[in-house]
């Protein structure tokens, strides 16, 4: 599976910026599609992750209320809806797709490139 993210880029505190994933391949071969994110120095970290069908949405405990996981199965597109920015969500995003869902970067055999994402105080 390849997976190519898109809409990162430079926001102020409060603002929103919504980030997407195209995927491409055997995409029907990932069940499942996350959200991880690397900040400088810290080690990649999960941030949501949605199945390939089912309504079920996990997120990380630091963007519930804020950051919204959707999909577009006919788009083979995967999106992240980002309100609320706050400095600490400064990181580069990356589009990850695995077998099952997981809160584990290394259950995930698929990335993308990544896109950066910088919040402004």
């Known amino acids: 599976v390849q997976l190519v993210e898109s809409g990162g880029g430079l926001m102020q505190a409060g603002g929103s910026l919504k980030l997407s994933c195209v995927a491409s391949?055997?995409?029907?071969?990932?069940?499942?599609m996350g959200w991880f994110r690397q900040a400088p120095g810290k080690e990649r970290e999960f941030v949501a992750a949605?199945?390939?069908?089912?309504?079920?949405?996990y997120y990380a405990d630091s963007v519930k209320g804020r950051f919204t996981i959707s999909r577009d199965n006919v788009k083979s597109t995967r999106y992240l809806q980002m309100n609320n920015l706050k400095p600490e969500d400064t990181a580069i995003y990356y589009c990850?797709?695995?077998?099952?869902?997981?809160?584990?970067?290394?259950?995930?055999?698929?990335w993308g490139q990544g896109t950066q994402v910088t919040v402004s105080s």
């Open positions: 990850a797709a695995g077998a099952r869902i997981s809160y584990t970067a290394a259950h995930y055999s698929d």
């Open positions: 949605i199945p390939w069908s089912g309504d079920t949405k």
């Open positions: 391949g055997e995409v029907y071969s990932s069940s499942a």
